[in-house]
């Protein structure tokens, strides 16, 4: 299935090119199988970091990028999208820097 992804820059070097990208993903991907695709690709920078991932204006997972520490990891990316409005964008914010 093809889902948007996007993030916010962690930085101004960070601004430089869209951070929004068209993935391909399984149709059976959950948040965990989620996350860990996106740091074999360097989609999220490594810093320190704790991030959000909203879908449909609420908040899905937790993830920090150092400890890989992550919520709801089982939560299967296509039941979001057939439980709400069946759009594909994903949207990645900084919750916060932690050094």
Do not use: A
């Amino acid at each position: 299935m093809k889902i948007r992804v996007d993030r916010e820059s962690i930085c101004m070097g960070d601004d430089v090119l869209p951070h929004m990208v068209e993935l391909e993903v399984s149709e059976d991907m959950t948040v965990e199988e989620f996350c860990s695709f996106l740091q074999k690709d360097r989609y999220l920078p490594s810093l320190d970091t704790e991030w959000l991932l909203r879908y449909g204006g609420q908040t899905v997972t937790s993830y920090h990028t150092e400890t890989k520490e992550l919520t709801n990891p089982n939560v299967s990316l296509t039941e979001l999208i057939h439980q709400s409005s069946g759009d594909n964008e994903f949207v990645w914010i900084i919750k916060r820097r932690l050094h």
